[in-house]
């Protein structure tokens, strides 16, 4: 596929000017990525520009068959890093919003608790995260992907391939047993595909469990036109709100849309047993406005303003500091490795830094000029990785569950907004 067209001679552009080729060495190792989400796709596009082939198998049967969620921010030192090292600043910078990071922080009523807005647009000044980018911008999560899949050959990503069990041949090898019939080999196998992922038993018995908190999320479409009270509420970034045990999150996407993430702390069962789900919208829309009925007139205004496009969602984590000894030829990434709540901000920042730094570790051993297969040093590699990722995710996931049990509180707003300090500048008067 043809990469985007960029200014080789421009010192921040990253783009991968050499295009390697997708196409493998007869001896060269396989490496199989289950997954085609945010880690999947940049650990297969980072080890492309090494000149190293991946295969992605993704469960999907194609690419535009649902949309991928909402909008989230790319850090500096994690998410945007990756994407220096995937050689694609340049598209982040082309669909990323700079002004989606405006937030602020209210109580059920509506008042203020902190605000901050964002900073100018790239290249008019302003504090700067990675390569000129300001902070961490906005991109909605299908843009997102699309760039990552656009800079793969398209043979890259194999569609309809649900991974049902993998089989340790020895030595590092492994078996895929697809849903379908089909079956494959590999010489590292990286689990990419989230909360219940297959690859995860061969590492670890741990498996994710409830935290207590529940979702649904609804959109209002077309917000400016169709609930401009609501719509100037949001502005251009995100509104906050937790109070009594419960919470709305209000997120304005390039498409218009304003996602609403109502969430509540509850009995695992409580979504099935209120009857919430996508199958109902008009009862689920009515249930979760009883629940904010005593809210500002601005969440009642946006819940009321809701299509029937909708989802339920219980929200489950990993044990913190979850780690597992090492095993050859296999290992984790993102959320299939360190699943944990959204109130550390982290998930995808953290999945795509994952994919980086094991791209980046196992680069120079399967670069080799002969295309050898050096099993030792592959999994030497691996386990640096591992070492580094243990503790990175034991360090955040920690953090989110402390915020997870003081934002979903009875006085969440002000938790939130201790957590979420002073805008950025203000300690030195900016």
């Known amino acids: 596929m043809t990469e985007a067209t960029t200014d080789p001679t421009d010192p921040t552009d990253h783009t991968d000017h050499t295009d390697p080729t997708q196409d493998a060495a007869p001896d060269t190792p396989r490496i199989a990525v289950i ?56 598209e982040f910078r082309a669909k990323s919003r700079p002004e989606g990071e405006a937030f602020r922080v209210v109580d059920k009523h509506g008042t203020a608790h902190v605000a901050f807005e964002a900073g100018p647009p790239p290249g008019t000044g302003g504090a700067d995260g990675a390569d000129g980018l300001p902070g961490s911008p906005e991109i909605d999560r299908g843009d997102l992907r699309d760039l990552l899949l656009d800079s793969l050959d398209p043979a890259a990503v194999r569609w309809d391939h649900r991974l049902e069990r993998a089989e340790p041949l020895g030595a590092g090898r492994h078996r895929l047993h697809f849903a379908d019939g089909a079956v494959e080999t590999c010489d590292l196998l990286v689990g990419a595909e989230g909360a219940h992922s297959r690859v995860r038993p061969l590492l670890t018995a741990a498996e994710p469990h409830y935290t207590g908190v529940s979702l649904v999320e609804l959109g209002i479409p077309d917000a400016d036109r169709t609930a401009p009270g609501p719509a100037a509420a949001v502005g251009h970034g995100s509104l906050f709100a937790f109070h009594d045990n419960k919470g709305l999150v209000l997120q304005r996407n ?9 969430f509540f702390r509850c009995p695992e069962d409580w979504l099935t047993e209120a009857g919430l789900s996508a199958q109902d919208p008009d009862r689920t829309r009515a249930t979760v406005a009883r629940h904010f009925a005593d809210w500002a007139p601005e969440f009642r205004a946006a819940l009321a303003a809701c299509d029937d496009t909708l989802r339920t969602q219980r929200l489950e984590k990993l044990p913190v500091g979850l780690s597992w000894p090492r095993r050859p030829g296999v290992t984790l990434v993102g959320d299939a490795a360190h699943l944990m709540s959204p109130f550390a901000g982290q998930g995808v920042n953290l999945a795509m830094w994952d994919a980086a730094e094991l791209a980046l570790a196992v680069a120079p051993v399967l670069a080799r000029a002969d295309g050898s297969r050096d099993a030792e040093a592959l999994d030497a590699a691996v386990a640096g990785y591992e070492k580094a990722m243990f503790e990175r995710s034991a360090f955040w996931a920690g953090i989110s569950a402390f915020n997870h049990d003081r934002v ?3 006085d969440g707003h002000e938790n939130l907004h201790l957590m979420a300090g002073p805008p950025p500048g203000a300690a030195d008067g900016a």
């Open 35 to 90: 997954g085609a989400g945010p880690a999947g796709l940049t650990l297969a596009r980072i080890l492309r520009v090494h000149g190293i082939a991946a295969t992605v198998y993704e469960r999907e049967p194609a690419r535009d068959v649902r949309g991928q969620g909402g909008t989230l921010d790319l850090h500096g030192d994690t998410g945007q890093r990756a994407l220096q090292e995937a050689r694609l600043t340049q």
């Open 254 to 262: 390039s498409d218009g849309r304003i996602r609403i993430y109502a």
């Open 408 to 410: 979903l509180a009875p």
